[in-house]
């Protein structure tokens, strides 16, 4: 089936680093979302990208949706501790029935 | 606005048995999914319902999975019988209708354990 590569899988930083994960697909979607789910609790939307190029952000994150359509970019400024958790993209092609494709995950760790 | 609730939240079974699952959508919203998703990996889709209709469920493993929304609100996932492999979170989700730009809400899921 339709796979959609997300990287890295996990991330050690410090309080106050910038983080940068991605993903790229096979195939083109016209969609890109990206939630955050924390454990025990079921995933979150953080921001949604419509448009080939859009960049969006949400407080101190930011993505966009890759001109070919067949990526997307996740980066988070100046990290603090409640950012801690695993990140998950997800695309969505034009003829889907409206369901996602989801990535494997990109886990989030703050070293103390 | 209440979200979406699912329940038990924890549940451990001993293989063969079987178990079921309940969710209850925000107020509205006729399209409702349960996904599957296991430790490391992202949610996988096991059925897509609109209002009480069947949109898909190509991923559902039917032989042991059902799952089923009579009245249009309410759903239910049942596995019978379980298989250690079934041993995953199992999340319920729900979005308004149409084809704007809605995204769906997640319920905190249910952790399934067969031993």
């Known amino acids: 089936g339709q796979q959609l590569n997300q990287s890295p899988q996990s991330m050690f930083i410090q309080e106050g680093e910038d983080v940068s994960m991605n993903c790229t697909s096979s195939?083109?979607?016209?969609?890109w979302l990206w939630y955050k789910q924390d454990p025990g609790e079921g995933p979150v939307l953080l921001i949604a990208l419509y448009k080939a190029g859009e960049l969006t952000s949400n407080g101190r994150l930011t993505a966009q949706f890759g001109i070919t359509r067949k990526d997307s970019f996740l980066n988070i400024s100046a990290s603090i501790p409640s950012d801690v958790g695993i990140y998950f993209c997800a695309g969505r092609a034009l003829d889907s029935n409206y369901q996602l494709i989801w990535g494997a995950g990109t886990k989030l760790i703050i070293k103390p | 606005e209440a979200g979406v609730a699912q329940s038990p939240r924890y549940k451990i079974i001993e293989k063969r048995q079987s178990v079921a699952f309940w969710c209850n959508p925000i107020s509205g919203h006729a399209t409702l999914y349960w996904y599957q998703q296991i430790l490391g990996q992202g949610p996988k889709l096991l059925i897509q319902f609109q209002n009480n209709g069947v949109v898909d469920d190509s991923q559902l493993p039917k032989d042991r999975f059902s799952a089923e929304r009579l009245k249009g609100v309410d759903s239910t996932l049942k596995i019978q019988p379980a298989k250690l492999e079934d041993s995953a979170v199992y999340l319920c989700?729900?979005?308004?209708?149409?084809?704007?730009?809605?995204?769906?809400?997640f319920g905190q899921g249910t952790r399934l354990t067969v031993v």
């Open positions: 989700a729900s979005r308004l209708p149409g084809r704007g730009r809605t995204e769906a809400f």
């Open positions: 195939s083109i979607f016209n969609t």
